[in-house]
């Protein structure tokens, strides 16, 4: 029931609900906008898909997306495999990260 922030990279375009310019490639994303995925984001916890409760650019970094998710109850261990899925909005196609392992108490 814990959330658990996964930073990562190519999470694809994003906007800003006030329709802010995105930051240009290699500039850091401001802290006073937030600029969410187009896509949704997904994250399996050993196959258990939890939907982000946010995802998008990591504010005062560059090139770099936040994705805060809710872990779900009975997920623990020193190595549980974690993969994050983004659905194109326009097409519908999903695209998937290699799987990783996180460890959760």
């Keep these: 029931g814990e959330y658990l922030t996964i930073y990562c990279n190519g999470l694809g375009p994003v906007a800003a609900a006030n329709g ?15 600029f969410q995925t187009v896509g949704s984001v997904t994250v399996s916890f050993d196959g258990d898909e939890q939907t982000a409760q946010f995802a998008g650019l990591a504010p005062s970094m560059v090139d770099v997306y936040q994705v805060n998710v809710k872990v779900p109850a009975g997920h623990t261990g020193n190595a549980v495999p974690l993969v994050i899925r983004v659905t194109d ?9 290699n799987t990783v392992t996180v460890a959760l108490k």
């Design 89 to 97: 909005p326009q097409t519908g196609k999903i695209y998937q990260s």
């Design 20 to 34: 802010a310019a995105v930051p240009r490639d290699g500039t850091a994303a401001t802290e006073n906008h937030l």
